[in-house]
């Protein structure tokens, strides 16, 4: 198993650019989420899915759009870069509740974006 | 609303001397506490967990977790360090009837091992 596969592991933007971050595993994972991680602030939840067709906010949605049209697939797309969205972003995921299950978080390996 | 504080930034210590580091949290109700390692340039690997049962916690590379339910913590034990724990390591924290997606982060406490 490839596990959480994370593309493109690295992205230079500028400003007003739109870009897809892509995220895909192969678990059979329900939950999938993204995050954000910046010096100091730890992770920062963007967006997340319980499940093919659903999603919700986290804390940091604004400036991210994400669609879960497939259990493996969970894209976050950026509409118009900024420079507050220079971050490295990490795609999770984690079987949904219920079943026993606890819910730790399998990561990807991350994608870097520099927006200037 | 649920919250991890880590209040060290970084943790120094010499190689086999013991190795804590540190995580409080604020949740209602029962918490499900986590700890994740980040090596440089990786994801985030999960180490160990709490959901229910034995306060102390066995994990992945020699790691150990205390949950202290009276004094809403949980610190990372190891008790002889390697210059391979280097990393960043982080606590987190959810409530167990939060919504699943609510999966709150501390800030992460970067670990210094020296041989």
């Known amino acids: 198993n490839a596990g959480v596969t994370q593309t493109p592991k690295f992205q230079v933007l500028k400003t007003g650019q739109s870009m897809t971050l892509q995220c895909a595993q192969d678990m059979n994972h329900e939950y999938m989420s993204w995050y954000r991680q910046d010096p100091g602030m730890g992770l920062r939840l963007i967006h997340y899915?319980?499940?093919?067709?659903?999603?919700d906010q986290g804390e940091v949605p604004n400036g991210y759009n994400v669609s879960r049209s497939t259990t493996e697939d969970f894209p976050l797309r950026l509409l118009s870069a900024a420079p507050s969205q220079t971050s490295v972003y990490f795609c999770a995921s984690s079987y949904s509740r219920g079943g026993g299950n606890t819910g730790e978080l399998f990561f990807g390996e991350g994608s870097r974006l520099t927006v200037l | 609303a649920q919250s991890v504080a880590q209040p060290e930034d970084q943790v120094n210590v010499a190689e086999g001397n013991p190795l804590t580091v540190k995580c409080t949290y604020s949740?209602?109700?029962?918490?499900?506490l986590f700890w994740y390692v980040q090596y440089p340039n990786r994801g985030l690997q999960f180490l160990l967990k709490y959901i229910t049962g034995d306060n102390l916690v066995k994990g992945s590379y020699g790691f150990e977790a205390e949950f202290n339910k009276s004094q809403t913590s949980f610190h990372l034990k190891k008790p002889s360090a390697l210059v391979s724990d280097s990393a960043l390591y982080f606590c987190a924290v959810r409530g167990a009837t939060d919504s699943w997606g609510k999966l709150q982060f501390g800030a992460g406490t970067q670990v210094v091992v020296t041989p």
């Open positions: 899915s319980v499940g093919a067709g659903i999603t």
């Open positions: 949740v209602s109700g029962n918490p499900y």
